[in-house]
């Protein structure tokens, strides 16, 4: 049995990089909500909290497509 180390490298950096970005999007969604919220509590207008809100959309969107396209990978 060979093992071919230069494809584990590829899948684990590929893997490595992909899961950091996942996390980082999904983070910067939470923290666009949590800020659209503390403006909201602190008597904000409703239109300077919609691009934190669009942004936090969009990231989760971004978020939802990578787990879907790595569902895709593995049933295909």
């Known amino acids: 049995m060979k093992i071919d180390w230069a494809a584990l490298a590829t899948v684990f ?3 490595l ?4 970005a996942l996390v980082g ?3 910067l969604g939470v923290v666009s909500l949590a ?3 503390g ?3 602190s008597g904000g207008s409703g239109s300077s909290t919609a ?26």
Do not use: E
């Open 51 to 76: 691009p934190a809100r669009t942004g936090a959309y969009a990231c989760f969107a971004l978020c939802a497509a990578a787990v879907a396209y790595g569902i895709y990978l593995i049933v295909a």
């Open 17 to 20: 990089v992909v899961t950091v």
């Open 25 to 27: 999007f999904f983070s």
């Open 35 to 37: 800020r659209k919220a």
């Open 13 to 15: 950096g590929v893997s």
């Open 39 to 41: 403006t909201a509590l």
